[in-house]
């Protein structure tokens, strides 16, 4: 097949039977679902009734078109389950080189199915796929396993975490990059798959290469001059902790399990405070030039911005070196760093103990490593708010915990918690860009006026990115407008920004179909209770109140209009059809 | 009717870019509301349909803008391409159509956040708000002002301007704002606290704004006071700065103005090397024109004017230079610090000006209305 941008290829690996095989990617179904995420899901939908931990349960790998190009921040795949941790569709998106290599080696994706009798690998060298034996790595550490390995090319590993039972077990690609979020790790856990390593020395195939390099400049020109990316104060010098001290001062820094929306302590533990602590140098995805990664000289990685205020605020720990080692303990055993962090300020709340920074990463380990109270945390803050008979105290969507941004501080944000596929994401519609960063456009954070459309298009806009497996980051600065002429370039596809729009519009209404084909409804997509009832902090002119409920609600319905769901939020068949989408078959009818 | 609506129709109004009546805006939530009735109503409604956008803005502009985009839409072969710095980087270009039918709106809106259609207006949208739609249409009327004028006299060193093209500029120029001044008084500094500071800060935007020394959003102002410069947010109007100026602190030590302007390595570095602490940036028109008239034959960097100009210019002793928007390597903080060093001031080409004061904002504004003046009568000398 002479295609441009995709390989065309995907390796199927079924690890119950110890075989692999190379498929073809049906051309049609690439264009409709692009890669990544928007694949991902397609090749998920059939089987997303299956529990978990079914054996044909597929755990897969994502890259997109223009992975392995020159096209900018495009270095990333999604890795893709259905989650362990809510039950929804289960995904997170991942840089590193892995998906570089995976191109690399002639493969779009990996779907693994089956179940391995004993821990083993899964080694890719260009299209050449060995299922090894791992047992000798049984309850190695991350960064044990990765230096092993890191010879054979890129490395995707779990650790102990996964293999002992957490629920927000993560996959640590090249030692540092976290597919953190819903618990994929514990996937890979149940199918007794330790690692992947992949490499290879392929080329991607550009369409037009002087098209390319032209968008590519007007993406660069738009990043520079984005404050956010490439500013004084932007991610690129500072890390994405760089966010830090402006949640703070926007009053909307969850503290103290989301008790307060300050934390007194944040001039002393923001991001310069680590930089100036650490020295970090700066570091990336394959291909990218924002370089958001910051990692010292000793190979450890700094905490990104949801993990250094989760680790500090929200469980009022005012040490500074905790949360570094918090951090390195979570990469290390492979665990979500927001869910562990938020798992244990619910534990502090419910048990009324404040946790010391010694006492934060000694259950951290405990967690990894299945013991004490910490078997019963690696299950979740809902879970185990549920076993104390306090859910109410579980800061968490759908069963997933909630990132580092006070829904009363920015009213889009708090419908789109609501709305996330996956639960409690800010990333699914990622509304701080205008609601506080005021990218392209600033936008009343206290308001829900308009934000039901502006968060079916946001959710759009990262699906699409998701699937071209670029970095969310970019969309501070350029748009799909820019992206689209990319497309085009390295597929020879000619598109538009609205036509990826279009495309992420039928990925979200996928994912909508696969939860609702597993009970999910409206009454799933909302927010805990605390944020209806309780007020935040004031400072100056800012007072964050308690959010609306009517409003809440009116907006939630508003949402469901412009997502074309029914008044109960459930998919609408014809809605599906016209998005391209056949009926999802299950026990219980058709949706 | 949807304050929202309301806010813009009268900004758009208010600014000189439509006048009363004209504008037609349409927002999108879960229900499409409108600012007036309008017979076109079946058309935007298909392209709310059709885009996954929340907003729209349909009107005839203004005079002098009106005349200009029609001629300059009449005359293009269905883009019109602006070098300015503005449209450079954040519209790439100015689609055109003849055709006033959702099937061709929609095929360029899909591509574009603009549409021209010469005789009924512009037509602009937004995918995050009204806002997102009044900055594209500004940004419109801004870029095709600066486009005709800049080919105006292109045309007239080179002798092409015909009957039809001199009526017409004669006719815009009639049209005209007439060159800003000012007489009065600007807060005096030197200020004693942080709460003067940006109050004289919105003085100075609100004066910026009202004497049309910026348009849209797209200017920036901040001021020195200890080791902290306080400086407009990015994508804030400089009419309206009330809660939208981030603290910077110096040293670095927080990140909190992560969300100002993206200026602000340039302030920065004005500040940390020159003895200046009040810095004006608007984007007046006249100064933006004649940056970009280089009459330097065969120049082999002309593709490159913006990006790093190797050529020592100035207009009326106002220094020109290079640059681009904020921290990139061609960025118009490597240039612009040393250049207002012993200067006024100093114009980036196709960008705007940069002013710069030791106490106060008095001194700037002043210097911006006079460059702008300056330009203005040097622009119309080299017409003739």
Known sequence: MNMYGWCGKIARINLSNQTGYVDTADPDILKMFIGGRGLSGYYLREKITLDWNHPDMPLLFFTGPLVNTRSPTSGRMTIMSRSPLTGTVGDSSVGGSFAHQLKKAGFDGIIITGKSETLCGIEIQDQTIRIVDAAHFTGRKINEVHSFLKDRGSTAIIGPAAENGVLFSSIMVDRNFAAGRTGIGRVAGSKNLKYLTVKGTGRTKVFDPEGLRSAREDVFRLAAASPVLLGEYGISRFGTGALYDLMDARCMMPTDNFRKTRFGNASLMNAYAFKKKYSPKKTGCRGCHILCKKITESRTSMPEFETMSHFSALLGNRDIDAVVEANRVCNEMGMDTISAAATLACFSEISKKKLSPQKIVSLLRNMGRNKGIGAELGKGAMIYAQRCGRSDLAMAVKGQELPAYDPRGAYGMALAYATSSRGGCHLRAYPISHEILRKPVATDRFSFKGKARMIKIGEDLNAAADSLTVCKFIFFAASLEEYARIYTAVTGIKTSGQDLSETGERINYNERMMNAANGFSGEDDDLPGRFFESPGEKDGDIQIEPIEREAFLSARSNYYRARKLDKNGMPVPKVARQLGLRPLIIPKGDL | ?384
């Open chain 2, 1 to 384: 009717m949807n304050q929202i609506l309301r806010t813009y129709e009268d900004r758009l109004i208010k600014n000189g870019l439509a006048e009363p009546g004209a504008p037609l805006l349409g927002c999108l939530d879960a229900d499409l509301e409108w600012n007036r009735p309008d017979t076109d109503f079946a058309v935007f409604e298909a392209i709310f349909e059709r885009l996954n956008i929340n907003s729209i803005i349909f009107s005839r502009p203004a005079e002098p803008y009106r005349s200009i985009i029609d001629y300059l839409a009449e005359t293009s072969n269905g883009i019109i391409t602006p070098q300015d710095c503005e449209t450079r980087t954040f519209f790439h270009d100015l689609p055109v159509s003849f055709q006033f039918s959702p099937d061709e709106i929609t095929s360029i809106l899909k591509k574009r956040k603009s549409i021209i259609i010469p005789g009924r207006g512009i037509i602009t949208c937004g995918m995050v708000g009204m806002e997102q739609a009044y900055v594209t249409y500004a940004s419109v009327c801004f870029a095709c002002f600066i486009k005709f004028f800049s080919d105006f006299l292109w045309d007239a060193r080179r002798g092409n301007v015909d009957e039809r093209k001199c009526n017409l500029f004669d006719g815009v120029v009639n049209q005209l704002d007439p060159p800003a001044s000012f007489r009065g008084s600007m807060m005096k500094g030197p200020f004693n606290s942080a709460d003067g500071v940006c109050e004289a800060i919105q003085e100075a935007g609100r004066l910026t704004v009202e004497h049309r020394l910026v348009d849209s959003y797209f200017g920036n102002i901040s001021f020195c006071y200890g080791q902290t410069l306080y400086i407009s947010q990015t994508g804030s109007s400089l009419d309206d700065l009330k809660g939208c100026i981030d603290p910077c602190p110096l040293d670095g030590s927080s990140c909190v103005p992560i969300t100002a302007s993206s200026e602000l390595p340039a302030h920065l570095k004005i500040v940390q090397t020159t003895g200046y602490r009040a810095i004006l940036h608007g984007h007046p028109k006249f100064s933006i024109i004649l940056s970009m008239d280089c009459d330097i034959e065969n120049c082999t960097c002309r593709e490159t004017c913006h990006q790093k100009c190797p050529h020592d210019r100035s207009v009326r002793g106002i220094p020109i230079v290079s640059g681009e928007v904020g921290s990139g390597p061609h960025s118009l903080c490597n240039t612009v610090p040393e250049a207002i060093r012993n200067e006024p001031g100093v114009i980036v080409y196709g960008h705007g000006v940069f002013t710069a004061g030791k106490t106060d904002f008095n001194q700037p504004f002043k210097n911006l209305i006079e460059i702008e003046n300056n330009c203005r009568k040097e622009y119309f000398d080299r017409i003739r």
